[in-house]
């Protein structure tokens, strides 16, 4: 069974902290793989990772893939309280739907 | 420009109810996704549409749960019959293509009583 599992759960750190969130897969016909962070409602996209070992960058948050240990890792430094939200991980399969783990709850307190 | 747009915000309906749920995707995507999610769980994948025709529905619960998108742009999930167990936050996603990233929509939180 095609499946995408975060860890941790969820994490309570303070302002400044680095964070590093995990998510490992197990999905037949591997497209991509995708971070997004839900604050409310919407999802919003992050990051798109297709080619392991590829680093991508958006300001204090990075990530990468490892296609071949099946995992990929989002990293956050120098946290901040507009950090605190849903963090998912999704895999997406073929070109078709995504497949999404459960998430991490990251909460930064100031 | 505008992004996935979904009505209602938030829906509450008496169990054995029929329910409407509209979506309206970024303008010229033609791919459309339906997720559902519940508290505590990432999305759930229900179908999704390339242009007019579901091109897999095999996400649906049973088949209370039916979707259209007859222009190839709106797209109305429709649930019959509505369950205490349908209550969730049904996520609505547009792509240009299929593959690509997925812009979601702020959901419509459906409470069935």
């Known amino acids: 069974e095609d499946k995408v599992v975060q860890s941790p759960l969820s994490l309570v750190v303070h302002e400044g902290d680095t964070v590093t969130l995990n998510c490992s897969y197990e999905?037949?016909?591997?497209?991509?793989l995708l971070w997004y962070k839900q604050e409310k409602k919407a999802p919003t996209f992050l990051f798109m990772l297709?080619?392991?070992?590829i680093e991508k960058k958006s300001g204090r948050l990075s990530s990468i893939l490892d296609k071949k240990e099946l995992f990929s890792i989002l990293n956050i430094t120098a946290t901040q309280t507009g950090d605190s939200a849903v963090y998912l991980c999704a895999v997406d399969q073929a070109g078709t739907a995504l497949i999404f783990g459960k998430g991490t709850t990251l909460s930064v307190s100031s | 420009g505008a992004g996935v747009s979904q009505t209602p915000s938030n829906k509450v309906t008496e169990k054995g109810k029929y329910v409407e749920l509209r979506c309206d995707p970024i303008?010229?995507?033609?791919?459309l996704y339906w997720y559902r999610q519940s508290l505590g769980q990432g999305p759930e994948f229900l179908i999704y549409?390339?242009?007019?025709?579901?091109?897999?529905d095999s996400g649906l619960p049973n088949d209370r749960f039916f979707a259209v998108r007859p222009e190839g742009s709106v797209s109305t999930l429709k649930i019959q019959r509505t369950e205490r167990g349908d209550s969730a936050v049904y996520l609505c996603?547009?792509?240009?293509?299929?593959?690509?990233?997925?812009?979601f929509g702020p959901g419509t939180r459906l409470t069935v009583l």
């Open positions: 303008s010229g995507h033609t791919a």
């Open positions: 549409f390339q242009g007019t025709g579901a091109a897999d």
């Open positions: 996603a547009s792509s240009p293509k299929l593959g690509g990233e997925q812009f």
């Open positions: 999905v037949t016909n591997f497209r991509s």
């Open positions: 297709t080619s392991s070992g």
